[in-house]
């Protein structure tokens, strides 16, 4: 081991740091997918549903709601559940759009658990703004897979989200395992 204290003195010097980029993220970052308003004509879960299922991501479309993967997952088959009607707040579906996002929530934890073995899942609304919905004015649950130790030192230190495979991957193997 070298008696040199070892500086970060960025590109175009050596300083023997690997560096993982992820440029994909500045996107996600600099709000480029962001709707410009709130209205059902900018958003985004109301175009996934006139897309292709791969190109939109969607995983499994239902009477009233769909399943999509997350484009900024935060771990590997982070899937959203959305009703198709344009709605910001849980308290405006229907009983049977709260009914079926309830039954394609569960459906989404039987496929993710059976083709990843996940352990565990992380499931919820961000309700507003305030509450740190990314896409506010479009209702959208979020099911998260958790795995043991998969909050290692990637998102901690390294402030970086590891993903085994593709999205497009990732979605043609939930749709092919939905029930």
Known sequence: MSDET????GIGHPDELDRLW????MAYIRGENKPADGSSGECPFCRVPRLDDA???????????FVLLNLYPYAPGHLMVC???????????????????????RA??????????????????NQ???AGAGIAAH??????PRWPGDQN???IIGRTKTLPELLDQTRALLAAAWE
Request: charged content about 20%; overall charge negative.
């Open 55 to 65: 190109e939109g991501l969607v995983v499994h479309r239902g009477e009233l709601a």
């Open 6 to 9: 070892l500086h970060q003195d």
């Open 83 to 105: 009703p198709y009607r344009h709605i910001a707040d849980y308290t405006e579906t229907t009983d049977e759009e709260a009914a079926e996002i309830a039954d394609l929530t």
């Open 153 to 155: 030192f990637m998102p």
């Open 139 to 144: 209702l959208h649950q979020h099911v998260v």
């Open 108 to 125: 989404a934890m039987r496929t993710v658990r059976a083709t990843s073995g996940a352990g565990g899942f992380n499931i919820g609304m």
């Open 128 to 130: 507003g703004h305030i």
């Open 22 to 25: 992820t440029p994909h993220r």
